[in-house]
């Protein structure tokens, strides 16, 4: 079988070799003329026509008149390849080691294709011949080995480097070559001791032994048994950093974070980085969800090192650390309507009150001021002191990056507290200074919320139409999502009574005045029957379940608009929402998974799966956000 997109790979790497051969070797260049180039060309074009009897032709009579220009010679070889013509490649090859002074690589070549055409004990004839020829050199070994690792046969690249380490008589020679090798033959154990030997010699190829451990597969095997012997290098070895980083390293891909907080504090701790290893190891912590861990990190940063460098970074960090936690346990304020405990989004606001508190003049201060102020507009709708803290941002901190998201929030609580015009301004000046960027395009887009709130759809829509179809994911989703709304349902009704009627309770979700949208959204049911709005009005009345802390049903009610609407454009969104309720209120990670896969089944084209597959691979253990 011809593999074409490997095929045209070796064609774009043999037209550089041929330029390479025209303009940089003078002196076969007054040999190669311009014909023959054109000749070489042809074929090129042939080949990929997928009309390789003419390619071939073109190829054998340019070889035939310089059979010493290498790629003639060498697209000549690949071409017999490329249609099991083994036995003239190999032709081909022996001319070629006739030629060459000390043919290693050629006799290599030889063994692979003999192989391919099934001729094994051949092949390993030649094999044998190539490392004869120059036994006390290590490349002759590598060409061999490289050749064996073409063709998969793993154990024999073994015997080969092993044997190369022998006769050679240098134990060190190939260990990233033997790791690697040993770890896809299985033996793990043996693959960690060749790289903790090849660290041992060189702590710059860290980042090759992770590389190779990586393309293997950091499944439970591996790590199992490659981590007892980092551990006894690093109790041989104990002021060695770099067996210490990959042991650190090698325990969070355990998930065994524990573990590695006392690895990399011990690290931290012998090369004096004042907190600065702890730092990045607590940001990973988080970001994987191990929260206990990271908390324990800074915690040591603040009380060992609270004169660094590093602390009043650590100090913010504790607050963005709380308030993951939170969202991944889907904290609330208030559910049923009643103000309820939400103990780690309260550490996170305390956090960055003690921020604030210690470190007023600090770079990081504008960004703790905007954490607290989203933390109390967002999570406990404290819209008045949320509203403070982001004009003063505004007004202390003009054209600094945390001022344009303060002076986008104050846009949208102009809208939670119903004053449409002062948040349409906001949003007109926001856009208007910045032009370009995920803000401007926020920005429009609340532009164009503005007008579906008050029923201008044909504005709301010219705006939709003019934003950049390369903005972000979440706000690229909404645009489309609006816009299909309002293609949709503007309908033959000069009024559009039913879409009115939709964008007001829209609103008053958004004003969290629930009972209101909920009242509006049955009567809409009631009146209008199945009108083409159903889908979106049902969706909104999960949203107002979900909202209300009814999360069973809300589950519910989403999972049946995939039935009840089939070609709606909201199917797929229905599934994740219900998904991530089982996820982060049900706390039902196999039903969430279960509705997660459906829509990479069902819904092969939606907008959310990025983010569909980034959730399953944190639900499966394969990775984290």
Known sequence: MIHLPRFRILITGLVLLTLAALAGNRAEAQVVDSTLVGRFQLAESYIRAGQYDRAIGLLEDLYSRQPTTFVFFNRLVSAYELVKRYDDAVRLVDEQIKREPLPVVRWAERGRLLH???????????????????????????????????????????????????????????????????GLTGQHGEAMKEFVALLAADERQIGVVRSRLTRTGLSAVVLDESIPVVERAVRDNPLNRTFRELLAWLYEESNMYDRALEVNRAIDRLESEEGRVLFSFAARASSAGAFEAAQRAYRIILERYPTSIIAPEAARGVGQMELKWARSLGERAFEGGERVPTPHYDAALQAFERFAEINPGHGLFPYVLLDMAQIKSDVFFELEESKELFERIVARYPGHPAA??????????????????????????????????????????????????????????????????????????DAIELKVLLFEN?????????????????????????????????????????????????????????????YAAAAAALGEIPLLYENSFLADRSLFEAARIYEEDLGEPELALELYSRILTDYPASLLLIEVRSRIRVLRGDGVL
């Open 490 to 550: 503007k309908g033959p009704d000069s009024l559009a009574t039913p879409l009115r009627e939709y964008a007001a309770a829209r609103l008053m979700v958004r004003q969290r005045r629930l009972a209101e949208a909920d009242s509006v959204l049955r009567n809409l049911r009631d009146q209008y029957g199945s009108h083409a709005l159903s889908d979106d009005a049902d969706f909104l009345r999960a949203v107002i379940l979900r909202e209300r802390g009814e």
């Open 116 to 182: 391919l055409s099934g001729r094994e004990d051949e092949a390993q004839q030649s094999f044998d011949t190539a490392l004869t020829l120059a036994p006390d050199s290590p490349a002759s070994y590598r060409s061999v080995y490289n050749v064996l690792v073409q063709l998969r046969l793993f154990d024999e690249a073994v015997s080969t480097l092993e044997s190369g380490r022998k006769t050679v008589g240098d134990p060190n020679l190939f260990r990233a070559e033997l790791g690697y090798l040993y």
């Open 404 to 477: 344009h998201e303060a002076r986008y929030a104050l846009g949208t609580l102009a809208i939670s507290q119903g004053r449409l015009d002062d948040a349409n301004l906001v949003f007109r000046r926001l856009e208007e200074e910045l032009r370009i960027g995920e803000q401007a395009e926020r920005a429009r887009l609340e532009i164009a919320l503005v007008h579906f709130y008050r029923g201008e759809f044909e504005a709301a829509l010219t705006l939709l139409e003019a934003m950049e179809e390369n903005t972000s994911m979440d706000v690229a989703n």
